[in-house]
């Protein structure tokens, strides 16, 4: 999928993330800011990476404000800002790219 | 084959905002019968699409340990309720609660769709169940019809707030706005063979009217209650809960007709009651209640 505008999904409130997506420059620019980086940044940023795998996502600027949020939380944060960028809310690919 | 969760233990059914992570990733840990993850009232207009990424992958990682995973879904006048829908089935929900029902009709819509994404998502076709949250004089009124409207659907649920709005009027505390709609409701429900719910008690500093308001719908004949904080799940289960001498007066009731029948004698006493046969499904459920509830191991 493309990233045809810049999208934000999530929040900054305990146990959630926000994730902001924006057009990249031909490739994965991600830049991450957590509460619990030394213990969980790897995850975090392997968990983000595989759904843009999933999604198809290879060119785009990604931000991620974690809160302490769930693997779950971060994956759905992803989902919702990316197709949020491609501006697609209906007859979306559950159990499919979104996983 | 009919799905063996119509019946099951539903004392407590607690509203949580998909939105919010926090509420939807432990909730299990408070024991309550149901959880309700809601689509609905509480997310916002411009977050509807982000709860249901939420509500998709809570649903498929969380162990929510055997708590009934219910999704409230947007109305059906809105343009949220069939993807609503989809991604409950894709998810693996349990239940589905039909928001501000007021005809058959409209239990019919949400059923199609359902059984549309079922095929789509190849969940077993039946697997998802349905409730109907009446929220309005014209849902009321059609309380029968919406209850044998679906094989699928369990039960119906008053939804106070906007109900009293439509009464044009307020809620006072005191439940004589409902007073009307669960009289109507329980009938409806018992007569088709389905369960009944009340409405959330939103005064969390008031736990001794709420205990009262819970007492009161009990003795009235429903099955439980909707409830909108942790603290509030104790009271309703403790009052739902046969006690230890309803139990033991049960057990006999049950015995003794069955023991009495055999023999071609109808009427009897028990511990100085008059009991005959329309005692027997009330002991019964007692029975079945109890054991839903942990408290009876015995073999009736």
Excluded at chain 2, 6 to 17: E, G, H, I, Q, S
Excluded at chain 2, 34 to 52: C, F, G, P, T, Y
Excluded at chain 2, 102 to 116: I, K, N, Q, S
Excluded at chain 2, 154 to 170: E, H, M, R, W
């Amino acid at each position: 999928m493309d990233i045809k505008k810049s999208a934000i999904a999530g929040t900054l409130e305990s146990s959630d993330a926000q994730v902001t997506v924006e057009p990249g420059n031909g490739k994965i620019d991600f830049s991450l800011d957590s509460t619990v980086i030394h213990q969980f940044g790897n995850q975090i940023r392997a968990a983000v990476l595989e759904t843009l795998k999933r999604l198809g996502v290879s060119n785009v600027k990604i931000t991620v404000v974690d809160r302490g949020a769930l693997d779950c939380t971060l994956k759905a944060r992803v989902e919702c800002a990316v197709f949020r960028a491609n501006d697609q809310t209906d007859n979306l690919p559950w159990g499919g790219a979104i996983k | 084959m009919r799905n063996p969760n119509l019946k099951r233990l539903r004392r407590t059914m607690m509203f949580l905002n998909c939105q919010k992570p926090g509420l939807i990733k432990d909730p299990y840990i408070y024991k309550p019968d149901s959880i309700m993850l809601d689509l609905e009232d509480a997310v916002a207009e411009n977050q509807k699409d982000s709860a249901r990424y939420s509500l998709y992958h809570a649903l498929k990682e969380i162990d929510y340990r055997g708590v009934e995973r219910v999704v409230r879904i947007n109305g059906l006048e809105t343009p949220h309720w069939q993807e609503d829908v989809r991604v409950c089935v894709a998810g693996g929900a349990d239940v589905i609660r039909i928001s501000k029902t007021e005809t058959a009709e409209d239990v019919h819509r949400v059923e199609a769709a359902v059984e549309a994404a079922e095929k789509e998502f190849e969940v077993p076709v039946g697997h998802t169940l349905l409730m109907a949250a009446l929220e309005s004089a014209k849902g009321v009124r059609n309380a029968y019809e919406i209850c044998n409207s679906s094989e699928r659907l369990f039960g119906i649920a008053l939804s106070g707030g906007d109900y009293s709005k439509d009464l044009q009027t307020v809620i006072t505390g005191t439940g004589v706005e409902f007073a009307g709609a669960r009289q109507s409701m329980i009938i409806a429900a018992r007569a088709a063979g389905k369960q009944c719910f009340d409405t959330v008690f939103t005064n969390l500093d008031d736990m001794e009217g709420f205990a009262k308001e819970v007492l009161m719908i009990k003795q009235m004949g429903f099955d439980g209650k909707s409830i909108i904080n942790p603290r509030q799940i104790e009271t309703v289960h403790r009052i739902f809960t046969p006690s230890e001498k309803e139990i033991i007066f049960a057990e006999k009731v049950v015995r003794e007709i069955e023991e009495k029948r055999a023999k071609g004698i109808g009427v009897f006493t028990v511990d100085g009651k008059m009991i005959d046969i329309a005692f027997y499904d009330g002991s019964k459920r007692i029975l079945s209640l109890a054991k839903a509830a942990g408290v009876y191991e015995g073999e009736l």
